[in-house]
């Protein structure tokens, strides 16, 4: 009998060991996965949007120090994104402006990335009040 109760603590004792390092490795790789991704995070922060932000603040600081704060002004782009994302950092980096994505606006920002952003403008009624370069454009509507 007392053979029997030592090999059920040995058993006992082995499966708890056996669980402990288990859980140990578990344990061990869920925090090597959360400091990849912390990582990660830190070192590529196109990830966190902070990438995008930056960019678009540097693309469009020429236009901001070039128009009163406060002046209202369209939005126009070629960008294909449905969110919108561009609409809405271009209105974070032109902040006191307002962008309005409405077309009854006399004077439009053009964020382009096509190379003849230029003809796509005069072809489209508008004329160029100024180019800043990188596909960031200043425009009115021709009048008719």
């Known amino acids: 009998m ?3 109760r030592a090999i059920c603590t040995v058993r006992r004792i082995h499966l708890v060991l056996i ?10 790789s869920v925090r090597l996965n959360i400091l990849y991704f912390i990582n990660i995070i830190k070192h590529n ?3 966190s949007g902070k990438q995008d932000i ?14 009163p704060p406060g002046s209202v002004v369209g939005y126009i ?6 969110d919108n994302m561009d609409y809405f950092l271009t209105q974070f980096a032109l902040n006191p402006l307002i962008i309005s994505n409405k077309s009854n606006n006399e004077i439009f920002i053009g964020n ?4 003849n952003y230029r003809n796509i403008c005069l072809n ?3 004329e160029i009040i100024k180019d800043f370069g990188g ?8 009048s008719q």
């Open 2 to 4: 007392l053979k029997i």
């Open 77 to 82: 782009s070629d960008s294909y994104k449905s």
């Open 135 to 142: 596909g960031v454009i200043l425009l009115r509507k021709k």
């Open 112 to 115: 382009f990335r096509s190379v």
């Open 54 to 67: 930056i960019f678009f603040e540097k693309h469009f600081s020429p236009v901001k120090s070039f128009l």
């Open 124 to 126: 489209n009624g508008f």
């Open 19 to 28: 669980s402990i390092f288990v859980l140990s490795i578990a344990v061990s």
């Open 45 to 47: 922060p196109s990830i």
